[in-house]
């Protein structure tokens, strides 16, 4: 196994900041790509594109899917690569795009990724300001594109676009309900960022389950990705008198959502979407102004079958910040390729979607995964795990 920064494959050693840098310098380039069959070459390679942002306030979601996907190729190439059905083997490399918070940047590095014949698809990106356009434009280009951590609606879905996670509109329905039930919530005030994709969904999504599940929504805030003062915002909240309070926000901007929330020195019960309180960035970031607040899952990290116990203790080892579903969401993404492989038995864009439509596998970290496409490409069986933070990365399943 590598250091922390590099990649290994086929003897050839890749430095993480390079291959990432490698992928970025041309996304100023608009490269529009024709249709690609995703012939691999003679070489044995199999390549996979991996937009993520790896900087800006959704930060610590695309690092984390980034590096887990990083242990995924590792162990398929130990374990002797993938052997299409006549015999021929190949070994996997990924490349890495920084697409930021910005869509464009996303469009022009999977534009980038379509126009080599190697590239059999492209992962992520974890943020939807960044998956969603990408939709379209896989359909357009015929290159899989398999999501792992985007959860924001898909208006439109084509048989070229995938995602591994768990999503909101399955999710939060189901732990809402659970947190309403056992708070106690009659009022709920919302904060939320307008610009992003899925931010906006969980926002609505409160607002649609509340006449369901017998609250109010007393508050409904909005702002933009980077804002720095939500005073005006807050006040508002304190003035409605919220039982609880739903923070949907990326986690560099929820990290200063919820400090601002606390030092005005409202204690109310914090409620967010997936998985993010329990990121120990949070945790620090807020001085534990999280302790005791709600969010979900898509597996129970405190209690891990062996399989993930194996990769959150060897990511752990490795990498700089510490493992959370995101990074066993990058690790499964890669995984969703190989056996869509294995299922067609060649090295093929268009056949690998094909795979990937009507689909049902476990992957070795225990996660089922299962596609029907159409009617759309969402993971029909996700589970979906309601926890309390009680530390720095730790928490108790309710």
Known sequence: MGSKNDI????????????????????????????????????????????????????????RARDGAILAIEDINKAGGFTDKSGKKYTFEMMVGDMVNDPRQAIILFRQYATDEAMIASLGPTNSVGFVPLVPVAAQIKLPLIGNGSGAPIKEWNKFVYRVNPVAETAVPVYLKKIVARENVKRLAVIYDQTQDAQAGDAELCKKLAGEFGYEVVAFEAFRANDQDFSPQIAKIRAARPDAIYVAAATGDGVKVVSQIREAGIEKRLITGYGSFQDPVYWDGTKGGVKGDYTWLGQDLSTPGPQLKSLLDRYNARFPQ???????????????????????????????ADALSDFD??????????????PGGNNTNPSVVTIQVTGRGTYTAV
Not at 35 to 53: D, E, F, N, W, Y
Not at 361 to 374: D, V, W
């Open 322 to 352: 510490e493992a959370t579903s995101f990074s066993a969401f990058g690790y499964d993404s890669v995984i969703a390729v190989l056996e869509g492989l294995k299922k067609v038995g060649r090295v093929d864009r268009e056949a690998l």
């Open 361 to 374: 596998t476990t992957t070795p970290l225990g996660t089922r995964m299962t596609f029907k496409n159409p």
């Open 8 to 63: 290994r494959s086929k003897g050839n050693r890749i430095n993480r900041r390079r291959f990432t840098g490698m992928a970025a310098a041309g996304a100023g380039l608009a490269i529009l790509a024709p249709a690609i069959t995703g012939r691999a070459q003679s070489t044995g390679v199999i390549k996979l594109g991996h937009i993520q942002p790896i900087t800006g306030p959704s930060a610590a979601y695309g690092i």
